[in-house]
């Protein structure tokens, strides 16, 4: 082999491997871009999924405190002043979970109870009633409509007609409008219309009172 055409060779060799590595070079500079975009976009992506979080939390803890109020609000009513309600809630796989306590001052210092364990009926209705408007209310189907069927029936009958007062201010609050079917008196007294079912001979008969 001449002089010549090793060189020859040398240099075609020399060529392709600097070919070889611009190509390399170029390829490592798309790569690292292409990382650098994709590092944007998850921090990009991460930032706006904290600032969702925010607001959802922001959201839920708004949403929590006028809960908490209402509630407070129906068992004071009731109850007395040493009462009130708390709520707390935890998110578990885009699952929220909410526990509801009753919380009463005494001289011993504050008592919490469940309000469907540990307390009476009457508590837990005092409860519960104004908790289903609010959550009818929240329901994007619902058509401000609301059939409670013996609401109170666990509520000591004195204090039927304090529930019934509340009921119906919160009807108003709500702009909502509430059928209850009642054996109370004090609520059909409440009531902005009132109807009686009487069954005779096996007919039942519904007259406005």
Known sequence: MSVDVAYKERRDELTRKLNENAL????????ETKMEQTIIY???GQESLTFLEKIANSRRAGMKTKIESVLSEAL??????????????????NRSDMTIEVVRKTPQGEVRRDPTTGTGGGVADTITVPLRLLVLLGSKQTDKVALLDEPYKHVDTERVEIVAEFLKVLSDRLDMQTIVLSHHEQMQDKADKSYEVSEKDGISKVVER
């Open 24 to 31: 390399l070079n170029r390829q490592i500079d798309d790569n």
């Open 42 to 44: 998850l921090t990009i």
């Open 76 to 93: 004071q009513l009731v109850y007395g002043p040493t009462y009130r309600v708390e709520m707390s809630y935890t998110v578990k796989r």
